[in-house]
């Protein structure tokens, strides 16, 4: 028997999966369907029954569940994209068979289907985890791969929205912009067919699910570029395999497809936009606030991804290739993320900057490869800070969970009253304030 390559990565990879899931299954939501059948997964989800049970998109005739919105001139429409329905629907066809063979009802917002959901999110975000940590170890040892996937994880909120509200779009996202790290750097050594067409597929697939990811092309075209030469490079590499672009680009267009066929059928329209009285506000991002507000600023909840900003400054040469790609999508996503008019996302550490998190954690790691080259005394302070930031995340999304941290009304007073307590302070309620939402939408950019 072969020994493992980099087992430290790799058992590292087991363990976080196998905790994930050991946290899912401890905290049994599926055991109660509607805690796992949320708004924001509701709206993805019923493409699912629709099309399989009720063989219908026309949600008027339905009965389901809330998901479907009613707009001004009366016509009933899905909110969101059915992109995040595509990759539920191999855990749903599970447990509809489940149903048949067990003789339970065919109810696809019972236990059964919960759990597939939940089961879902676990298997995505550890596939995701494999992906990424096939890309570190291509640039890092062993030992600064795994701290960096441990960090991503266990710091972040993405440990909160791959164990406790996984079916969410967030985990998934992270699979498939890790898949598509892995992909373009294929690509880039070798643009076969194969790698092409996994491109594509997971391009459209990604774009469906959170359109707002359509940047993510920055990255692709901007990867590889660091120098004159490097750009002409580039360019020569694109005539070259200018069919294989075009096949990229019919298959993203193919997966988008059904969802146009959707609005055609629904509204008349090919191309519209669900989210009625919602919008960006193009010329005021509030990126200050989105990294530092207490409400739910990405940085006061995952304190640890500092590293991963810092880290930018220690891409050196080996990392060039990805240095000023990933630099501009982060600019152009947080720019995107921060201008729609609910930039607090409501919820946990600023659930949206989860998106960047495959990508960051490349300079995530780069940092971590410059400390432990570092002194004895500044390698332990480094490592004891970045374990005490990572803490402190993990802290935060534990309160979370438990009520302590509120999903958009977080003031200064409730912050640091709740910070590291393990029980909420007296007058805890009288500390929030939740946003005017009205108002919020009508361009009155609320801070805290």
């Not at 990867?223 to 993203?252: E, H």
């Not at 991002?285 to 220690?314: A, C, D, E, K, T």
């Amino acid at each position: 028997m072969k020994p493992i390559k980099n087992p430290i990565s790799f058992f590292a990879v087991l363990i976080l999966a196998l905790f994930a899931l050991a946290l899912m299954i401890t905290e049994a939501d599926f055991v109660e369907p509607a805690k796992v059948f949320g708004w924001d997964v509701t709206c993805y989800y019923n493409y699912l029954p629709a099309f399989f049970k009720f063989h219908t998109l026309d949600f008027p005739k339905l009965t389901l569940q809330a998901g479907f919105v009613i707009l001004p001139d009366g016509i009933v429409v899905e909110k969101t994209s059915m992109g995040l329905a595509f990759l539920y629907m191999p855990f749903y066809l599970l447990a509809w068979l489940y149903t048949v063979i067990a003789g339970l009802p065919n109810d696809p917002y019972s236990r059964p289907f919960a759990l597939a959901l939940e089961l879902s999110a676990i298997v995505y975000f550890s596939l995701g985890l494999i992906f990424l940590r096939k890309v570190l170890l291509r640039y890092f040892n062993d030992l600064v791969s795994t701290l960096g996937l441990v960090v991503v994880f266990l710091g972040t909120n993405l440990v909160y929205y791959t164990c406790y509200e996984g079916p969410m779009s967030h985990t998934y996202v992270f699979c498939l912009v890790a898949a598509l790290l892995w992909l373009v750097i294929k690509w880039h050594e070798k643009a076969s067919w194969k790698i092409s067409i996994a491109l594509g597929l997971v391009g459209g697939v990604l774009t469906l699910m959170r359109p707002s990811t359509a940047a993510i092309v920055l990255f692709i075209a901007a990867y590889g570029i660091f120098s004159k030469s490097s750009l002409i490079v580039k360019l020569q590499l694109l005539k070259k395999n200018w069919l294989k672009i075009i096949l990229m680009i019919a298959l993203t267009f193919l997966i988008w497809v059904p969802q146009m066929l959707y609005w055609k059928f629904a509204t008349g329209h090919y191309l519209f936009f669900s989210y009625a009285g919602e919008r960006f506000f193009w010329d005021a991002p509030l990126i200050h606030y989105g990294f530092f507000s207490y409400r739910n600023g990405w940085l006061m909840y995952s304190p640890v991804m500092i590293f991963s900003l810092i880290g930018f400054f220690f891409m050196k040469k080996e990392l060039a290739s990805f240095r000023w790609a990933i630099l501009l999508y982060f600019l152009v996503a947080i720019y995107i993320i921060f201008s729609w008019w609910c930039w607090w996302w409501v919820g946990i550490g600023m659930r949206s900057m989860i998106e960047l998190y495959a990508m960051l954690a490349i300079p995530l790691c780069a940092f971590i490869n410059w400390v432990l080259k570092q002194r004895v005394f500044l390698r332990t302070s480094m490592v004891f800070l970045l374990s005490v930031f990572m803490l402190i995340g993990l802290s935060r999304n534990w309160q979370y969970r438990k009520g302590m941290v509120h999903h958009d009304g977080m003031t200064q007073e409730s912050y640091w009253k709740t910070f590291l307590t393990d029980e909420p302070p007296k007058g805890y309620w009288d500390m929030i304030k939740s946003p005017n939402y009205e108002e919020a939408k009508k361009g009155h950019r609320i801070g805290n």
